[in-house]
């Protein structure tokens, strides 16, 4: 069974311009979570989809957004890009929700804000 | 609170045990797990306990946990090369359905 993708791996933009990065879960979880990692903060949930619907959301701006298609597959959007969203941001994916569902971490995509 | 506080660095021999120790706050977590961070690579689950459980022993890994002073710790036998990595402690709370908690990471370094 595939694992966890998400594309692109690797992303370069400028401050100001918006990004879209995308994440395929394993086949038959419904659920999928994001998370940003970076030196300073660590690793800090933004959201989490559960039949295409926000479930959670982390205490992140507005610039952060996301959904999730029915095929469980899910987006998060980046928009008017700072300094400060350089960072790896993971995505995992769980046949539910909650406590009793591993959550299983893609490779990640390392954004990087110039 | 949901704070969740480790260690930065751990540096052993190759052979000896490694133990990581993790603290968190908020007594009501249910189950409680270690991840491991390769350079590059996404999180890897390594184990994880539930709260009403002491230990937990998967192969050369053993899970302690102490309820009482909210303490965890990851027990790695004949360490290798290998495992040289970040090792995240994270939680969920016992509402359910939220997100992982992660530490700030510990970083296993084994010497040859």
């Known amino acids: 069974k595939a694992g966890v993708t998400q594309t692109p791996r690797y992303l370069i933009k400028t401050r100001g311009q918006q990004v879209t990065l995308s994440c395929s879960p394993i086949?038959?979880?419904?659920?999928v979570s994001w998370y940003q990692q970076t030196p300073g903060q660590g690793l800090q949930f933004l959201f989490e989809?559960?039949?295409?619907?926000?479930?959670n959301k982390g205490n992140f701006p507005g610039r952060f957004s996301g959904r999730q298609f029915s095929n469980s597959r899910s987006e998060m959007n980046v928009s008017t890009l700072e300094l400060g969203d350089s960072a790896l941001y993971l995505c995992?994916?769980?046949?539910?929700?909650?406590?009793?569902?591993?959550?299983?971490f893609g490779p990640g995509t390392r954004l990087t804000v110039l | 609170g949901e704070d969740v506080e480790q260690s930065l660095f751990l540096s052993v021999r190759e052979g000896d045990s490694s133990v990581i120790n993790c603290t968190y706050t908020?007594?009501?977590?249910?189950?409680l797990y270690w991840y491991k961070q390769e350079p590059g690579a996404g999180l890897q689950l390594l184990t994880y306990?539930?709260?009403?459980?002491d230990m937990k022993q998967d192969q050369r890994l053993t899970v302690l946990l102490n309820k009482k002073d909210k303490h965890l710790s990851l027990r790695i036998a004949d360490t290798q090369t290998g495992d040289s990595a970040i090792y995240f402690c994270?939680?969920?709370?016992?509402?359910?359905?939220?997100?992982?908690?992660f530490g700030k990471g510990t970083r296993l370094s084994v010497i040859a």
């Open positions: 995992a994916s769980s046949l539910g929700r909650g406590r009793g569902n591993e959550q299983f």
């Open positions: 086949s038959g979880h419904r659920s």
């Open positions: 989809y559960f039949s295409e619907t926000q479930r």
């Open positions: 908020d007594s009501s977590s249910t189950y």
């Open positions: 306990i539930f709260s009403n459980m």
């Open positions: 994270a939680e969920i709370l016992s509402s359910g359905n939220t997100p992982l908690v």
